[in-house]
């Protein structure tokens, strides 16, 4: 690793948690290319759900009883 990247590392590790998600997400968002009709996919189907849990179509599970069950399966 160059000087400048350790240097750069460094200087964003002692970042809150909070700030080095927004750098990371401004740093990830120059190098991965956005599939315009990818996202719209995934904005309809985040909607679709949405509508779902809001009319009660969609069957939720407690966390409580998702964790319980998943406790059972390992053991």
Sequence with gaps: ????VEDISRQ????SAAERIQLAETLLSTVQEV????EAAWDDE???RIIDVDSGAAGLTPAKEVFA???RMIQ
Excluded: F, Q
């Design 1 to 4: 690793m160059s000087t400048l």
């Design 12 to 15: 964003a590790l002692s970042l």
């Design 35 to 38: 599939d315009a009709e990818v």
């Design 46 to 48: 985040i909607k679709r």
């Design 69 to 71: 069950e998943l406790r």
